[in-house]
């Protein structure tokens, strides 16, 4: 049959259509792409600053994936561990400091799993006393003031600064001393001289009186400014007299030199005086220090005062006793809602919690003073400490970010945890894997505080910063199952001496014919039940159990500490950085102890046996 005139001679099929389609789309991205960019010259009409720039592709050679995705590459060149620090050792516990500190888990810097990854330590502005080491005194009154310098070492130290005391070496070492010798002058004026000259010799920075003390809370702008080291201006502070100065090195060497000069040194009593008006900037403000001078004794503690001309090594030890007594009733009064030791467990972690308890009992305790109910220069206002009153304490099982709530928090290993939770000692890796839940003690002491929609690597950033952000160390302590004691070296964290006996409250008990008849404690039940007697005698021996495996080299208790820690990564994380935590401070503090102990003929040095921190039970015994 004959086609008509207006048909095609062929037809295109469906997929020929597509395919041509296709190859023309791939023609013309190709042209685009590749072509267009280098033939069209820039237009003259463009603006200035788009005339320089044109479209184009890298070379194939030029091309690379991400560096993030190498982190994917399981066959990527192994890389090094970060060199080892000093100083960054205690026993077994490894650090390594980093600005990147808050990464939820250390390993990916550190590429150790047993090396906790904590911030770096600031460097810590010096502040100077002095102290005459050349003046013969009696053995007792020696003592005396060698503890009255401990305090004010504890009290500056807890207040993130570094005191050092200066005695006649460093005031010789300086070469103005030859002509300090020279010069006639008042003897009260040379003695204040010679304070100067020393803390010339180092370099300016902070001079304050031993008597001199923070009494405060950490955030208060004069002690943040003292802590930042910038002293721009040769600085007193108002109705202080020479209790504290800051300074730079020429201002100071300034001042001595118109001191020299001055026609009348014969008669001024101390550098202020010698020197002219203007060589001071005279700061009004001065709210968080306490200054116990000889003339605010005699007026605020006469009883002290009075006992100084009788006995002066026992009026130094009654005055170390009312300022240890000022400082713990300081501490006290900025936590208004009490100390809460957190037991996130409910049940069978009392054992666990009882150092934490015990450190609570005692820093709610009322320290012992010659005047009991004063109040510190500073504060005439404050609450004294009453034993009939004593600072409430919680066990709640979460966690607040409260200022008026100081936190002791005590960190379990894993597997310690779950030998508690399952009250029994033989629990194996199936049921770490069947029975328990995956970093359950972080979430639930941070449950209240983040929500349950939480991932466990944020809440292990909140947990870091809840232990070393920048004032975190002020309110709250984080400690692990490893203490066996309540913290040995916690009066240099919280810089005074802690009470070693809680005292009684001071009510009155029914006496006579028993205790039965004794109004039983009120129990607050957001303290958690109160476990059985049998429940106690138990979980001294369970936990026992659970650090002889933490020490055990034996393969399979290894393996079993191993598998807990794989299957609650946070949570060890969590352990192994406040472990680090507390090791790093003490091991600051102790080497500078070590440094200190060298100068001022030893004066102010902690000569108390425990000295070198707690004792631990978990694998981390001390070499």
């Not at 600005?99 to 502040?127: A, C, H, K, V, Y």
């Not at 202020?272 to 005279?282: C, G, K, L, T």
């Not at 037991?343 to 972690?349: G, L, N």
Request: neutral net charge.
């Amino acid at each position: 049959m004959a086609q008509t005139g207006g048909s095609l001679p062929f037809r295109f099929g469906h997929r020929r259509i597509s395919t041509l389609f296709l190859s023309l789309g791939v023609f013309a991205l190709f042209t685009l792409f590749f072509t267009l960019p280098s033939a069209v010259p820039t237009s003259p009409s463009l603006s200035k600053s788009l005339s320089g720039h044109t479209l184009s592709l890298p070379k194939y050679s030029e091309f690379s994936l991400p560096k993030y995705t190498d982190k994917l590459n399981l066959f990527r060149p192994a890389s090094h561990k970060p060199p080892d620090q000093k100083n960054s050792k205690y026993g077994s516990t490894a650090w390594y400091s980093n600005w990147n500190w808050r990464s939820p888990f250390s390993s990916t810097t550190t590429m150790d799993d047993n090396r906790s990854l904590l911030p770096p330590l600031g460097e810590r502005t010096p502040i100077y006393c002095y102290y005459d080491t050349t003046i013969e005194r009696d053995a007792a009154v020696k003592e005396a003031e060698s503890a009255l310098l401990l305090t004010w070492r504890r009290a500056w130290w807890a207040q993130g600064l570094k005191p050092i005391i200066l005695s006649a070496a460093e005031a010789t070492n300086n070469p103005l001393y030859h002509e300090m010798q020279g010069a006639e002058m008042n003897p009260t004026l040379k003695r204040d001289v010679m304070r100067w000259l020393a803390w010339d010799n180092m370099g300016g920075g902070l001079l304050a009186d031993y008597r001199l003390f923070p009494m405060g809370s950490r955030q208060e702008d004069l002690l943040s400014f003292l802590r930042r080291g910038e002293f721009p201006e040769l600085t007193r502070w108002e109705d202080l007299g020479g209790a504290l100065f800051a300074g730079p090195q020429p201002k100071i060497a300034k001042v001595l030199a118109e001191a020299f000069q001055n026609r009348q040194k014969k008669t001024s009593k101390d550098l202020i005086s010698a020197a002219s008006s203007d060589s001071f900037r005279v700061d009004p403000s001065h709210e968080a220090i306490a200054y116990y001078d000889r003339k605010t004794v005699e007026k605020l503690y006469p009883k002290i005062a009075e006992g100084d001309a009788a006995n002066r090594a026992q009026s130094l030890q009654s005055l170390n006793a009312l300022i240890s007594y000022h400082l713990h009733n300081t501490w006290q009064d900025l936590f208004s809602q009490g100390i809460a030791v957190l037991k996130p467990m409910p049940t069978h972690t009392t054992t666990l919690i009882e150092p934490a308890v015990e450190l609570a009992k005692r820093l709610a305790t009322c320290h012992d003073s010659p005047i009991p109910a004063s109040c510190p220069p500073n504060l005439p206002k404050c609450t004294p400490c009453v034993s009939s009153y004593p600072m409430h304490i919680s066990t709640p099982p979460r966690y607040r970010n409260e200022t008026d709530i100081y936190t002791i928090g005590t960190v379990p290993h894993p597997y310690t945890l779950r030998v508690l939770e399952a009250f029994r000692s033989d629990i194996d890796i199936g049921y770490l894997r069947r029975e328990t839940q995956r970093d359950h003690w972080l979430y639930r002491v941070f449950q209240e505080l983040l929500g349950t929609g939480i991932t466990a690597s944020a809440r292990v950033v909140t947990f870091k910063d809840a232990v070393a952000a920048e004032y975190a160390t002020s309110r709250s302590l984080w400690l692990t199952d490893e203490e066996v004691a309540p913290l040995q070296d916690a009066d240099w964290w919280f810089g005074f001496a802690i009470p070693k006996n809680v005292t009684d409250d001071g009510k009155s008990e029914t006496p006579v014919p028993g205790p039965e008849r004794r109004p039983k404690p009120v129990h607050d039940p957001a303290d958690g039940p109160i476990p059985s007697d049998d429940e106690l005698a138990l979980e001294p021996e369970l936990l026992k159990k659970a650090h002889e495996v933490g020490k055990s080299t034996v393969e399979a208790d290894v393996r079993l500490r191993e598998a807990a820690e794989a299957w609650n990564l946070a949570d060890t994380e969590a352990w192994r950085f406040a472990r680090a935590f507390l090791a790093q401070s003490r091991v600051e503090r102790q080497q500078w102890e070590k440094e200190e102990s060298k100068y001022a003929g030893g004066a102010g040095r902690d000569t108390s046996n425990d000295q070198h921190g707690g004792h631990t039970r978990w694998k981390d015994d001390e070499k």
